[in-house]
């Protein structure tokens, strides 16, 4: 059965400061996403990760990809208010889409001024 | 926006009862999936269509089932419906292939069951 970790699964943090969520998952796989989830709404897509050594950066966020070692990590760049939400990472186990995505429990994350 | 559209946005129902949960996917999208989101389980996925047929099952109860339509909208039905059925539907579609396995998630169905 696969498993995805995320740690910390709660962050309260500084505006300004910097951060990394991890996300850790079981079983072998080169397809992973984050989402972001606001309180009471739903799950938008941040990142897709296609390969091992995959990076892709948006604004004061980074996603990348270790297949070899089943991590993947978001950074978070001189935080703002705006970025306090919940994240959540995804792995996709099958290859071909015939599955649904197994997510981890999620990253609540506060931003203080 | 995602292209997700879910209805109704709220529910309130009573132990025992049956509802409808209703899912147009994006435009061309082939492919839904359902899950559910609660405090305890987190996120878990329930079951996938594609083009009409069954393709996935995941964490979902026998009281649940689903179908996908020829239009390819797609209903979630679940019934004898227990307290600990209370959470956040979602319903999320994808084109297969083009971003990997890259959902994209409607607004949801809260369903709060007394």
């Known amino acids: 059965e696969l498993k995805v970790e995320q740690n910390p699964l709660f962050l309260s943090m500084q505006e300004g400061k910097n951060y990394t969520i991890y996300c850790n998952y079981s079983t072998t796989s080169d397809r992973l996403y984050w989402y972001r989830q606001d309180p009471g709404k739903s799950l938008e897509s941040l990142f897709v990760?296609?390969?091992?050594?995959a990076v892709k950066q948006e604004g004061r966020l980074m996603a990348s990809l270790d297949t070899k070692a089943r991590l993947s990590t978001l950074h978070i760049t001189a935080a703002v208010h705006d970025l306090s939400a919940t994240y959540f990472c995804a792995v996709d186990s099958s290859g071909g889409g015939a599955d649904g995505l197994t997510f981890g429990k999620g990253t609540h994350l506060i931003i203080q001024p | 926006d995602s292209g997700v559209t879910q209805t109704p946005k709220h529910l309130i129902t009573a132990t025992g009862q049956r509802v409808t949960l209703r899912c147009s996917p994006r435009s061309g999208d082939l492919s839904v999936y359902w899950y559910q989101q609660s405090l305890d389980q987190g996120l878990q996925f329930l079951i996938q269509?594609?083009?009409?047929?069954?393709?996935a099952k995941g964490n979902i109860l026998e009281r649940f089932s689903a179908q996908q339509f020829p239009d390819l909208h797609s209903e979630l039905n679940l019934s004898s419906l227990e307290l600990g059925d209370s959470a956040l539907y979602f319903c999320a579609s994808t084109t297969l292939g083009l971003q990997g396995n890259e959902q994209f998630f409607g607004p949801g169905t809260r369903l709060t069951v007394l």
């Open positions: 269509y594609y083009n009409g047929e069954e393709r």
């Open positions: 990760l296609l390969s091992n050594g």
